[in-house]
Structure formats: C-alpha cells, structure tokens
C-alpha cells in the first residue's frame, strides 16, 4: 500500500534540485577569475583568443571585393599592369574575366601577390587602396 504523501515526494524533490542548482549557479564565488583559471590549470591571456579585425581574408576579397563587379575587375587589371610587360590589354582583359570566372586557388594567389603586401593573409585599408 502506498502513502498519499509519496505521490508529492517526487515534484517535491524535483523542484528542491532546481532550487538549488540555480542558487548555486547564481551566487558569486570568492575567488577572482584569474585565480579560478589557474586552480584549473588553464593560464589563457584575453587577447590571445581574439583576433584583431584586419581587414577580409585574400580569398574572401579576391571573390567578392574583386571579381564580383565590374568596377573590381577594373581595379584587378590595373594593379596587373605593375606585373604583366609586353602584353596587350586585350590579353590582360581577357586574363582577368578567365581567372574571375573560373574563381580557383589561382585567383587567390594573385590577388594575395598584388595586394596582400604584409603577407598576414588579409587585406588591411591600406592594402586596400592600392591601385584605387
């Protein structure tokens, strides 16, 4: 036979859990964070995990900033005219909508050679504005 007061034991204890695991997720610990991390073992500087914003990565800017509009493929011609000598424009031209259109590891390459000059992988302001 079993007690009435057994079928309110479970909800009752149930929601005594809950009680308590969000008093003990709410109250502060006296320990500071930098001591916290090292009773972890776990020494991780706050700058090490971010990265400062430098600018779009090459393939990004090479797909989308470049050969995504006219007025990029425009900009990639001229800063080609620094590395193709004896070449007509009409070979350049058709260079730049071939490797646009075909949007490979090529086009990546280039574009990290004409503008990528820190060689980070990104394409700073300053990257940016060359050849503009």
Not at 43 to 51: K, P, Q, S, Y
Not at 59 to 76: E, M, P
Not at 92 to 120: N, P, S, Y
Request: contains cysteine.
């Amino acid at each position: 036979m079993m007690p009435v007061n057994f079928l309110g034991f479970i909800p009752m204890l149930t929601l005594a859990l809950l009680v308590v695991i969000v008093a003990g997720r709410s109250l502060e610990s006296n320990v500071s964070g930098a001591e916290q991390m090292q009773n972890d073992g776990l020494i991780i500087m706050a700058e090490d995990g971010l990265r400062k914003y430098n600018g779009p990565a090459v393939h990004h800017f090479a797909r989308h900033g470049l050969c995504n509009h006219s007025f990029g493929k425009v900009r990639f011609f001229r800063a080609l005219q620094k590395h193709f000598h004896n070449i007509s424009d009409d070979m350049k031209i058709a260079f730049v909508l071939d490797i646009c259109k075909r949007r490979d590891h090529m086009l990546t390459k280039w574009v990290q050679e004409i503008f990528d000059k820190d060689g980070d992988g990104y394409i700073s302001h300053f990257e940016r504005e060359i050849d503009r």
